[in-house]
Nanobody
């Protein structure tokens, strides 16, 4: 069982940067694939944003955010981060941390564990 807790969301202005964090439980955190998804309430499925493998050697991101967002992890702290730069109002969503013991979390179907989400709101 993996328990995930996101922090760091909030209200920012367009063009600002923000980093959200996800703290995970478990002694095997460095073996777990981690990622971030986002969802606009009431508007469709959760959208993949970025993912990273257990030891942090391989990271990947959605084409729509790849130039502005980056994912990283600190296994000593059992924490994964999503750094978001040049935010726009279209980035407004609830951001969810996701984890899988077995596969890169590039789609909702691969996710085994979810965090509760953290709201990111970007104003004009």
């Amino acid at each position: 069982q993996v328990h995930l807790v996101e922090t760091g969301g909030g209200l920012v202005q367009a063009g600002d940067s923000l980093r959200v964090s996800c703290a995970g439980s478990g002694r095997t955190f460095n073996r777990i694939h981690m990622g971030w998804f986002r969802q606009v309430p009431g508007k469709g499925e959760r959208e993949f944003v970025a993912g990273i493998d257990g030891n942090g050697e391989r990271a990947y991101a959605s084409g729509s955010v790849k130039a502005r967002f980056s994912i990283s992890r600190d296994n000593a702290k059992n924490t994964v981060y999503l750094r978001m730069n040049k935010l726009t109002p279209e980035d407004t969503a609830v951001y969810y941390c996701a984890a899988s013991n077995t596969a890169p979390v590039t789609s909702v179907s691969r996710v085994e564990y979810w965090g509760q989400g953290t709201q990111v709101t970007v104003s004009t």
